[in-house]
Nanobody, 116 residues
Framework: QVQLVESGGGLVQAGASLRLSCVASGIIFRIDGMGWYRQAPGMECELVADISSAGSTNYADSVKARFTISGDIAKNTVYLQMNNLKPEDTDVYYC??????????WGQGTQVTVSS
């Protein structure tokens, strides 16, 4: 079994920064991609950013120039650096990994709350 554990969420004021981390553990043959999604209550889960195994990145328009996704394949870890946070960034953030043999695995979610 593969498990993903997220950390780094919290309560901050608008304009602050947070760094989310997500570590995958278990038997991992190959990581084909990693990503971060977020979901507000009653809303659909939306892509925040993703990164391929080759390092190509993709961002939601709402976070471009503020958020940066990075990955460390050797450490089975993906990061999301979030700068200039806004109240509308308040959500539960989920990481996912696209894994050879295991498919897509999701973390348990970490709450990010931004006060105005």
């Amino acid at each position: 079994q593969v498990q993903l554990v997220e950390s780094g969420g919290g309560l901050v004021q608008a304009g602050a920064s947070l760094r989310l981390s997500c570590v995958a553990s278990g038997i991992i043959f190959r990581i084909d991609g990693m990503g971060w999604y977020r979901q507000a209550p009653g809303m659909e889960c939306e892509l925040v950013a993703d990164i391929s195994s080759a390092g190509s990145t993709n961002y939601a328009d709402s976070v471009k120039a503020r958020f940066t996704i990075s990955g460390d394949i050797a450490k089975n870890t993906v990061y999301l650096q979030m700068n200039n946070l806004k109240p509308e960034d308040t959500d539960v953030y989920y990481c996912n990994f696209h894994l050879l043999r295991w498919g897509t695995k999701w973390g348990q979610g970490t709450q990010v709350t931004v006060s105005s």
